[in-house]
């Protein structure tokens, strides 16, 4: 009867790159490989890395990351061109895919992480890389892969989000279990998860970065997904900040408060004394100025219609 610590799937699970990178010495020379062939799909037993041909490796169907930094990429080639590749990627064996010539039988490899090295070193003309290769079931690379990309500090808001909701999804992983192995708050998990809640379209401006995390956790309030569809248009119409759009969004939420709060505003204006003040900030700064006044308490909020009237602004009141 097979036993827990005898599974593969359930002793991996979890357990993170360190668990699956022994460490190595430093100074480790790569272990040349001319001519990967059937016999070499045995991984090195201490972590020595092997230089494999960048054409025997393949892409990792699990990568969570969809973009990639052209200009940093370029900037990595370059490094890579001048010094070599100083951290190995990792990859495991697979079978050969498609025909090949009588009496060829090379190893395939797939990427389990490194994959900006992989393409980089692509672009800087090299032929082989070092890689450090294991032997490693699909879901062991699925988690890996998700975990690896989830501690890096440049994927999108969406990126993270659906690598989250793969990490619960197919692993049923909590939010508390998903926020240790990746080192975050589990509040900032489950914000993450609830992007996946946007309508398609609004997780397209949330990715290409015309819509901010901000701006998505603001229109989330809404939970309808055609009234968020809706406002995200309007708020990119009106480029309008996240606190504009969290204020926008408790007018939709509860329009009859954003009415009293209006007729609020129009019955302190007609109070001579706010009204006189009023008078004399637009004369003096040349803008439309509305003071919103409660028992001696409130703001005083100027409007300006374009950078010039900003600027002009700024210099009026001391600022550079």
């Known amino acids: 009867m097979a036993t827990a610590s ?10 993170g790159l360190e668990s699956l990178l022994p460490s190595r010495p430093a100074a480790a020379k790569p272990a040349v ?13 201490a972590g020595k890395p092997l230089e494999i041909p960048l054409d025997h490796i393949e892409r990792n169907p699990w990568q969570t990351r969809s973009h990639f930094d052209e200009a940093a990429l370029m900037e990595l080639a370059g490094s890579i061109a001048a010094t070599g590749v100083v951290q190995p990627i990792l990859v495991r064996p697979i079978k050969p895919s498609g025909m090949l010539p009588p009496g060829e039988n090379p190893v395939r490899y797939q990427l389990i992480t490194g994959e900006r090295r992989w393409l980089a070193s692509r672009k800087a003309g090299k032929e082989t890389v070092p890689a450090i290769v294991r032997q490693v079931a699909d879901e062991q690379v699925l988690e890996m892969t998700i975990v690896e990309n989830l501690q890096r500090v440049d994927l999108n808001p969406m990126e993270q989000a659906r690598a989250y909701y793969r ?6 992983l909590t939010q508390e279990q998903m926020a240790i192995r990746t080192g975050k708050e589990r509040a900032s998990v489950g914000n993450f998860l609830r992007l996946m809640k946007l309508p398609e379209s609004v997780q397209a401006k949330v990715e290409s970065a015309e819509l901010s995390f901000g701006h998505a956790r603001a229109l989330l309030a809404l939970d309808d ?45 007609e109070d001579p004394n706010v009204r006189e003040a ?42 550079e």
Do not use: C, H
């Open 6 to 15: 005898s599974d593969p799937k359930r002793r991996a699970l979890g357990k």
């Open 33 to 45: 490989v001319p001519a990967v062939t059937a016999a070499a799909v045995a991984p090195e037993p």
């Open 167 to 172: 990490l619960s999804s197919e692993f049923r």
């Open 225 to 269: 997904p055609e009234l968020i569809a809706s406002a995200a248009q309007k708020v990119l119409a009106l480029s309008l900040s996240v606190r504009q759009t969290e204020n926008y969004v408790q007018g939709l939420i509860n329009p009859e408060g954003r009415e009293r709060k209006q007729k609020l505003v129009e019955a302190q204006a």
């Open 278 to 319: 009023e008078g004399r900030l637009r004369r003096a700064l040349g803008l439309k100025v509305r003071i919103e006044d409660k028992k001696g308490k409130g703001k005083v909020i100027i409007e300006y219609a374009g950078l010039e009237d900003f600027d002009a602004l700024l210099s009026m009141l001391g600022g």
